[in-house]
């Protein structure tokens, strides 16, 4: 029995760790072209979720139409954000650059709470069956979704950075910013285009976790849940991200598990990350695939 | 991060005691002299609900004055301050109800307590710095909040802690007039304390190492000892805010010092201006008033076509939480020097007015 529920969490835990390295490398991408560390990243899987449900419910469009239109919303919003926003903060000191994502943070998250309400509004159902037996285990239909979602878009990623035009500008910029300025590469437009891929990201997974959960600002604390993930993975990693959310993720069902069968202290699984981000940022702050800062006067 | 200081010209300094002096002028002096008597004869201008709304403004300046030293003169940013000032709140309604200390006592015994615990948590933050440092503290405001509701011997759990009224030799601070001179005396301590302190050298080591600190640590200031150090007197008047803040609710519960709060100190040194020390206060009147700001308008709009169309009075929780968030970007963008850089200038300009060049 503790065999099977430990197996059962742990295959939850693999799947919304998909989900966190997912979000893990929205943000890394965002950090790693601009520099630029974005505590809003939640709201972003905020306002897509809602945007969507939104469509749905008012307007009862088919659901890939309202995903298609919600991932066109989303882009345009990641780069008028960074355009009006962020640009101006270009050259300021850090403390500026993390307390205006913050702003944006609770603008977004109050101003969504006040034209949704602040309960939790279900997905309208997709899939007919609610769980499949996968070898002997009972699995939603929605996590596997969400986990080939999350799969999908790793790829997609993949193939954007090692085939496309943008993707190898974005790559070159994150290299060296002034090597690919003299190169012909235009700084301003790969800023643009990280928020806007980033926006696009969160926004289907803030849409899968949306399905799977139910739409509220709960949604928002994955934007706080995915430090600990870059953190281990190393801030400017993508790889690392995706490593770190699945291991973030197995780690708190795990500790969920500790907590419910032998140590029943409680909120173990929410507590448990942000733990492992603290020692890790004693014993090895770069994680594990970061580049080390080194500092020349 | 530093706010630019230009003399203004024909400002000579002779000595070296007049270039370190508490007020730079005899204006600010008398300014500041005026500032206390009017705070002083306050309870007889205004009704009750002012006097409140001052009092927030005294123990939230006092917290922010802690923050501003810890990010604006250290350069260490902490996103974790609010649990600071839990701490000190559950810490004085702690010694009053288990020791049974008297209230007067508890309170600056709370403070040092606090102090305490930031000089701990100062260790392993004088490891990591600026983006890394902010994601620790984010991590210990969340684990301190769990501490929190586990540690009932010590908060009182889910049910929260009671804190004694104030008082001395049989005289109680039950009033909000009473109360707001005990909170006007630890203001004026506390940013008499750190206007004094950034003249020394301890000061002037804070400020070496947030403008460079490998050249701070070239120069023989020791980078973990000062790191430590920022942590703990920040700590403290966290603590000595959150103490008065305690026993003025007289009920402290764990709900109150989560992540929102600590941004609310953060927007308040922002605003106000980072490495300022008037900013500070400034910074906290400002965010005290702005939700007051809020409703104003709201009352104002009400039963027009904007009100029904966007139903504001249902929504005044939510206009106050993105008005603070919207606070937050403006001012970055526009004023990113804060308010007390815009009184400066203010100043200057009155100081030099017909040739202000």
């Known amino acids: ?297 | 991060m530093s706010i630019k200081k230009f003399r203004p010209c024909g400002d000579f300094r002779t000595s070296y005691s007049s270039d370190m002096s508490l007020f730079q002028d005899k204006g600010s002096f008398y300014l500041t002299l005026f500032g206390i008597f009017l705070l002083l004869i306050a309870p007889l201008l205004f009704d009750s609900y002012i006097i409140s709304l001052l009092i927030y403004i005294g123990f939230y300046g006092i917290a922010a004055l802690g923050l501003n030293l810890l990010v604006g003169c250290t350069g260490q940013i902490s996103v974790g301050h609010a649990v600071f000032f839990g701490f000190g709140a559950f810490a004085s309604a702690w010694l009053s109800n288990k020791f049974f200390f008297p209230v007067w006592i508890s309170i600056p015994t709370a403070a040092i307590m606090t102090a305490f615990v930031g000089l701990i948590f100062g260790i392993p933050a004088a490891r990591v710095k600026g983006l890394y440092l902010a994601i620790a503290t984010l991590a210990a405001q969340f684990i301190m909040e769990d501490f929190f509701s586990r540690a009932s011997w010590f908060t009182g759990g889910v049910d929260g802690a009671s804190a004694e009224p104030l008082k001395i030799f049989g005289f109680y601070f039950d009033t909000d007039e009473k109360y707001f001179y005990l909170v006007l005396f630890w203001l004026i301590i506390s940013f008499l304390m750190v206007s004094n302190l950034m003249r020394t050298r301890d000061g002037r080591a804070f400020l070496a190492v947030r403008d460079h600190y490998l050249s701070a640590e070239m120069m023989g200031i020791n980078l973990t000892k000062y790191r430590i150090l920022s942590f703990g007197i920040s700590s403290l008047f966290a603590g000595l805010g959150g103490a008065l803040y305690g026993h003025y609710l007289n009920f402290v519960s764990i709900e109150e010092f989560n992540i929102q709060l600590s941004i609310f100190f953060l927007a308040m040194i922002i605003i106000g201006g980072l490495g300022s020390i008037r900013g500070s206060l400034m910074g906290a009147a400002f965010m005290v008033l702005l939700p007051e700001v809020m409703d104003a308008l709201t009352r104002l709009l009400s039963d027009t076509s904007i009100d029904q169309a966007l139903s504001l009075s249902s929504a005044i929780p939510f206009i106050k939480e993105a008005s603070i968030g919207l606070v937050i970007i403006l001012f970055l963008i526009f004023e990113p020097n804060g308010l007390a850089y815009r009184w400066g200038q203010i100043r200057a300009w009155f100081k030099l007015y017909p040739f202000s060049y």
């Open chain 1, 1 to 297: 029995m503790a065999l099977d529920f430990l197996i059962q969490l742990l295959v939850n835990g693999f799947i919304i760790g998909l989900l966190y390295g997912v979000v893990a490398m929205a943000f890394v991408l965002i950090y790693k072209s601009s520099l630029v560390v974005n505590f809003a990243q939640g709201e972003f899987l905020l306002i897509g979720a809602w945007a969507c449900w939104w469509l749905l419910a008012k307007f009862s469009l088919p659901f890939y139409l309202a995903f298609i239109f919600t991932l066109v919303f989303m882009t345009i919003f990641g780069i008028l954000i960074q355009l009006i926003i962020l640009r101006p903060l270009i050259g300021e000191p850090i403390i500026s650059i993390i307390m205006v994502t913050i702003g944006l943070s609770i603008f977004f998250q109050a101003l969504m709470n006040w034209m949704f309400g602040v309960f939790v509004e279900p997905f309208p159902k997709i899939f007919s069956t609610e769980s499949v037996n996968l070898l002997g285990l009972e699995v939603q239909t929605v996590y596997i979704m969400s986990g080939l979602i999350s799969l999908l878009i790793m790829i997609s990623f993949a193939i954007f950075f090692k085939k496309s035009r943008l993707g190898l500008a974005m790559r070159a910029t994150a290299f060296d910013q002034q090597a690919a300025q003299s190169l012909g590469v235009s700084v301003k437009q790969v800023f643009s285009a990280a928020w806007g891929i980033s926006a696009i990201v969160s926004a289907v997974a803030g849409i899968v976790f949306g399905i799977v959960n139910g739409i509220s600002s709960g949604i928002a604390f994955m934007g706080i849940k995915v430090f600990p993930a870059v953190i281990l993975g190393g801030l400017d990693s993508v790889l690392g991200a995706i490593l770190g959310g699945l291991v973030i993720g197995l780690l708190e069902h795990f500790a969920h598990y500790l907590d419910v069968q032998y140590l029943n202290v409680g909120n173990m699984i929410r507590i448990a990350p942000f733990y492992v981000l603290l020692i890790i940022l004693m014993i090895k702050p770069y994680g594990f695939f970061g580049t080390k800062d080194i500092e020349r006067v």
